[in-house]
């Protein structure tokens, strides 16, 4: 099994910054890609930002230029740093990796339990 702990989220105000962290850890042969999602109330969750083993990033279309998605391997983490925030970008947000428990297995999805992000003045 895989557990994906996140840490980071909180309060801030709008325009400022906070850093999500996200640790993987369990049976863990290989990560292909690792990143994070987000939910705000009443809306379908979303792309954030993910990367992928070669080191391939993607961005949410609101996140451009304001989010910056960063991985370390060797570690099975991926961090999130998070500036300009606005209110829309209240949510509550998911870390998410494809696994590899084992070599020559299938990879498999997992979700982290997920950290509050809220922007407020």
């Known amino acids: 099994q895989v557990q994906l702990m996140e840490s980071g989220g909180g309060l801030v105000q709008p325009g400022g910054s906070l850093r999500l962290s996200c640790a993987a850890s369990g049976s863990i042969s290989r990560i292909d890609t690792m990143g994070w999602y987000r939910q705000a109330p009443g809306k379908q969750r979303e792309l954030v930002a993910t990367i992928t083993r070669a080191g391939i990033i993607n961005y949410g279309d609101s996140v451009k230029g304001r989010f910056t998605i960063s991985g370390d391997g060797a570690a099975n983490t991926v961090a999130l740093q998070m500036n300009s925030l606005k209110p829309e970008d209240t949510a509550v947000y998911y870390c998410?990796?494809?696994?590899?428990?084992?070599?020559?297995?299938?990879?498999?999805?997992?979700w982290g339990q997920g950290t509050q992000v809220t922007v407020s003045s």
């Open positions: 998410n990796a494809d696994v590899q428990s084992q070599r020559y297995y299938p990879t498999s999805n997992y």
